[in-house]
Each structure stands twice: as C-alpha cells, then as structure tokens.
C-alpha cells in the first residue's frame, strides 16, 4: 500500500518528524527489530487479512451525524498514526491498509459495521466508537469474535475487556480529579450536573454525585440530561440561574454543544460570571461553538494542542502538515493517534497478529513520545496518564492552569463509586 508520505524529499521538517517517530517503537520491540519479516504462517495463525506486504485494519467512528463533531478528529489522528507507520517500513515487514466504516452517530449502525470488519473483512484489530453507546454496542461482537478494540475516548470505567485497549482517560483520571480540582482551588460545594442522555453521561454524573455527596460533603442542586442533537436549552438554563450552582459540571456532546455554550452567553452565563467545568469540549468542539462562547470556562482532560513539550510540538506539527495550517487537535484526537503506535508496539513485542498474543503483549508496554509525554498499558488495558485543567480562550484555544504532579494509575472500578 503506498503513502502519502512517500517519495517525498526529506525537508528539515520532515527529517526532524522522523527522527523523534523513530524511537516510538523502541519500547516494546521484539528482538527481531520493528521491520523485521515473518512468514504469514507464522505470524497470522488465527486466518485475519494478512498477506505477505499487507496487514488489513479496520477504522470505526462517526464521520456523519451530531458525533462528527468530535470523531473526524480521531479518524484524521489514526490515518496520520498509520500512514507514519507505513513511512517507516510498517509492522513485520507489512504495511498497513485500512478499511473505513462509518458509524453514523447510530449505536446499532456500530454494531452492524463492528459485525462486518471482524466476520466478513477479518481485520487485525479496529481503531474506533466514541461515546460508550457505540462502544457497549460493539463489545459483545468483539468479545464474540474474539477481536481487538482500540478505544480513544475518555470514558466513565466500570468496564474492563480482554479484547479492548482503553487509550482515553477513566474516571479517577477525569472526572473525580476535576472535581477535586474544582472544590479545592474554586471552593465549589454546589454542583449543578448536565449531560446528554445516554450511558457515558448518565454514568459519569452517577459517579460525580457519589463523589460530591460522599466524599467532598457538597450538594447536587440541580441534575439534568438532553437527547443527543438536542438544540435548546432555554429550560435549562433558567433552572441553573434559580439554582445559582458554584459550579456547573457538563458532559454534553457533539453538536449539542454549540447550542449549549452560544445560549449560555446569550443568557448573560459566561466564564466571567459563573465557574463551569466540562468533561466534553476539546479544541474538536471548540471549533463550533467559537471560543468568544466558551471563553472562560474550564475543560477536564488529559491532552490540550497547547501541551508545551517536545513530543508535542512534533505531533502538531505533523498532524497541521496533514491536514492544514487551521486544523486543531483535540483530546481524544491525541488518545486515537496513540492506538495504531501502541499496536504496533504488542504486535512486534508479540512477533505476531493473532489477537491473543498481542492482547498477552501489551500490558507494560510505553510509549515515551506519546504527545501528552508518556503513557504507559496497566494490566487492566487502560493507561497511566496525567490528568489536566485547561481554561477556555476566545481565540478558541486553551491554557493549562493544572495538572497532576504524577501519572495517575487507572482504576477502573473505583470502590464506592459503582
């Protein structure tokens, strides 16, 4: 399979690009080396679409519907990852092809394509969902087939699978952290919770009412929750102005959120005049609702394009290179460009494509120029990852205000939350 990215003149970019992917597959090589060539018989013993130059993957997200918004990110970050991959002599001596399906912002439709790429396409392994309701559409057909998920978005735990690789952050890296973030240095102790309404939201507020409630003593004055696409919040808002929250923690998604922050402002609710925390505007969202809307409120992730480290600037540089000057990068756009790096890395420390053996590979394997610094695969199939805050920008950028001394261990089955 040929790249975009070949035959091209090595410019001083270029070769500064390279040199800091090369050392991305150091962590977890086989003794072989990362372009090392096995016979097919050997290293695909389970009948996936393997050839002797070629290894068929499978690229599963919304590029259609109200999830667009946030999952064209992703699927630009895994091509990037894949065509990187391929310029570098690809996995085993094999380049990467890549089968793309859309999910269509439609659980079911997730579930009709998971079906499709693991039974009729027999690929290695597929990058993709976004929100949990495609995922937990999709598990039972992995765990069925026995294939191999790469999942991007930070999500709200209580869930660990042999056949899934959580790149994105659980709940103690996100949710619990940001709320202590909040009572600590913003004194909230009233809390008014909103989400869209489906799995991810309902059960990370779930989890953020225990915390608030049980373990920081505040209150929950006012809990609401909007079909996905939903476009006015009018409602809403007049219930946050009687409540007069310290805070307002939100998980609406998708194109949800234009509506969402331009009404917030229109109603005199701006990060001037009220503290707003997040767990779903990444510079992805951004780009819709227009930072002059958000400025002011506060995002809890793990990955902001404003990081200031070297690995960082690399990544930015090479994805603005892919996909134009004006691009942004989000942060489930970082954590969907560390998949095709961290498989890559199981299947070479593995020596093989079979799923049970890369699965077996891939705890302890890190990744030292992940853009967010450095992650590493527990045992459980999550990462450590640090945790952030990062305040809104008109510009529609953001700034870092904090962030975790120390990589967070994941727990995703944190005791009292479930």
Not at 87 to 96: E, V
Not at 328 to 356: M, N, R
């Amino acid at each position: 399979m040929s790249s975009k990215y070949d035959n091209v003149p090595l410019s001083p970019e270029r070769r500064r690009l390279l040199q800091g992917l090369a050392a991305l597959p150091l962590f977890g090589v086989s003794k072989l080396g990362f372009g090392a060539s096995l016979p097919t018989a050997q290293v695909n013993t389970t009948g996936l679409a393997i050839t002797d130059t070629e290894v068929t993957v499978g690229q599963l997200h919304s590029a259609t519907g109200t999830m667009a918004i946030s999952e064209t990110g992703s699927i630009q970050a895994e091509q990037l990852a894949i065509d990187q991959i391929n310029a570098l002599g690809g996995i085993l001596g094999r380049k990467i092809k890549v089968i793309k399906e859309d999910g269509a912002s439609d659980w079911p439709t997730f579930a009709e394509k998971s079906r499709k790429l693991l039974v009729n396409d027999k690929v290695a392994t597929v990058f993709g969902c976004w929100t949990s309701a495609s995922r937990k559409a999709v598990l039972p057909i992995f765990e069925k087939e026995n294939g191999l998920l790469y999942y991007p978005t930070f999500y709200e735990g209580l869930e660990q699978s042999k056949n899934v690789i959580y790149t994105g952050q659980e709940a103690t890296q996100q949710i619990i952290w940001g709320l202590d973030w909040a009572q600590k240095e913003k004194g909230a102790k009233k809390f008014f919770l909103v989400g869209s309404d489906y799995i991810w939201p309902r059960t990370s507020m779930k989890i953020a009412r225990k915390h608030i409630e049980n373990f920081q003593k505040g209150r929950v004055v006012g809990e609401e929750y909007y079909p996905l696409g939903n476009t006015n919040f009018n409602s809403l808002i007049n219930k946050i102005k009687v409540a007069k929250p310290d805070c307002i923690f939100a998980a609406v998604v998708g194109g949800s959120n234009v509506a969402f922050y331009k009404q917030l402002k229109a109603a005199g609710i701006t990060g001037a005049k009220q503290f707003l925390l997040t767990l779903s505007v990444t510079e992805d969202e951004m780009l819709g609702i227009g930072g002059e809307n958000f400025a002011g409120f506060y995002s809890s992730m793990k990955y902001f394009q404003s990081l200031d480290n070297e690995n960082n600037k690399v990544f930015v540089e090479s994805f603005k290179k892919a996909y134009g000057p004006k691009a942004v990068i989000g942060d489930v756009t970082q954590a969907a460009y560390l998949g095709p790096w961290l498989w890559k890395a199981a299947v070479e420390k593995a020596g093989s494509f079979d799923v049970d053996k890369v699965v077996a590979a891939s705890p302890g394997i890190e990744l030292k120029t992940a853009p967010e610094g450095y992650v590493k695969v527990h045992d459980n199939h999550h990462l450590y990852s640090k945790a952030r805050i990062a305040q809104g920008q008109a510009d529609g950028t953001f700034t870092v205000v904090a962030e975790s001394s120390d990589l967070i261990v994941p727990d995703p089955f944190p005791k009292g939350y479930q």
